[in-house]
């Protein structure tokens, strides 16, 4: 699947990684890790950016704009993992660290403990709070697996 990424940034560190965890309290699930420690590292999916999202208000669909990343050369604006996060602390819940940015500034996120640990959500950026979170996908490998080029063949 990762083929068809746009690669922006070079992997990032297993220390770069310790760093952030240390400095957050949180443990990025293994499965990211991977991805940020890859070719994949802040990566723009293309053309297969879409997914879909059925437990949101009429089954709509959204888009990756890049994957996030702890080191960002490109001087995107919260293109980081480390300013998403601070930026979005007390909007998503706490089990939820930000792992994409999405089409009109919705977030995706990946649930690292609890119940959820690997669960894929989007935050819907319009209506603040946590109760506009929509289930996405059990793990980070179904939500790249999901994606497509919109629209959808048929």
Request: glycine content about 6%; charged content about 20%; proline content about 8%.
């Amino acid at each position: 699947m990762i083929d068809n990424f746009i690669f922006t940034q070079p992997p990032v560190s297993a220390a770069a990684i310790r760093a952030f965890e240390q400095s957050t309290g949180v443990t990025i699930p293994p499965e990211f890790a991977d991805l940020m420690s890859g070719p994949a590292n802040g990566a723009r999916p293309t053309p297969q950016d879409t997914f879909d999202v059925p437990t949101r208000r009429n089954n709509e669909s959204d888009s990756i704009n890049d994957f996030l990343t702890l080191s960002a050369d490109d001087g995107r604006e919260a293109s980081t993992l480390a300013d998403a996060f601070d930026i979005l602390k007390g909007r998503i819940p706490d089990e939820t660290i930000p792992i994409a940015t999405c089409g009109c500034g919705d977030e995706l996120l990946l649930y690292w403990t609890g119940p959820r640990q690997g669960q894929i959500w989007i935050w819907d950026h319009e209506d603040e709070g946590q109760d506009n979170l929509y289930h996405v996908a059990n793990s980070l490998t179904e939500l790249l697996d999901s994606l497509y080029e919109f629209p959808a063949p048929t």
